[in-house]
């Protein structure tokens, strides 16, 4: 089995080492092991992981010391795994940077679950940049700003959704029912006319590049673009 992405168990116990492993490696995980937070601190400094699976409670370097440290180095995503459940722990938790509070004792499964989850998301996170250039057409998603040569051009709402989109899956060919449904949503009543409309609109924004968007006839759109 291809292994999916790799994690990094950080626990001083290590029958829980040991299960959370055997789950993990059942799911296509690449793992590795550290007995405390010194030893994790080291391993990531040295090594590239996609999640940590961190406990709290160990002996050197506790569980929040060494989550601080291991965000100097490297944005890595944590789980955090305690025999405490308190409200405070987990607040404090998720101020200094965890994805997720897990209280001991645990469902492997269920833990699984929330591995999944949190790698999603940060890959999810990782492919939308903030920030696109295409020749003279910059797009900045988090800003939902676009210029053109420069020049801030304005747009309308449902435009940026649709421009954005293009772009986030460029060079994939996209029908007007997929447009419809991912852009407006599935509750949208009305007729693929109205994808035509906006990208009527849309080309008109962009201007000269408006050859990025390409028609395909008998079927919808795509950002055609390296």
């Given amino acids: 089995m291809i292994a999916l992405h790799k994690i990094l168990i950080v626990d001083d116990e290590i029958n829980i080492r040991k299960v959370v492993r055997e789950y993990a490696e059942f799911e296509g995980y690449e793992v590795e092991e550290a007995e405390d937070g010194m030893q994790a601190v080291e391993m990531v400094r040295e090594r590239d992981y996609d999640l940590v699976i961190l406990d709290i409670m160990m002996p050197r370097l506790d569980g929040f010391s060494c989550c601080k440290e291991i965000k100097k ?39 699984m679950a929330r591995v999944k989850v949190v790698i999603r998301r940060k ?16 797009i900045d998603v988090l800003g939902r700003v676009v210029y053109v040569n420069g020049e801030k051009i304005s747009m309308t709402p449902k435009e940026y959704d649709l421009l954005f989109y ?24 009305g007729d693929d006319r109205t994808v035509d409309t906006h990208i009527k609109m849309l080309r008109n924004s962009l201007g000269e590049y408006r050859k990025f968007i390409v028609t395909l006839r008998g079927m919808g759109y795509k950002f055609e673009a390296d």
């Fill in 73 to 111: 180095y490297k944005d890595i995503p944590v789980i955090m795994l305690s025999a405490r459940g308190e409200e405070y722990d987990k607040l404090f938790g998720f101020e200094i940077g965890i994805d997720d509070y897990v209280v001991k004792p645990f469902s492997p499964k269920e833990l």
């Fill in 123 to 138: 890959s999810s996170e990782q492919k939308m940049e903030e920030k696109y250039e295409f020749e003279g057409l910059t």
């Fill in 166 to 189: 293009l772009v986030k899956n460029r060079n994939l060919a996209l029908s007007r029912d997929k447009l419809l449904e991912d852009v407006w949503g599935y509750d949208f009543f």
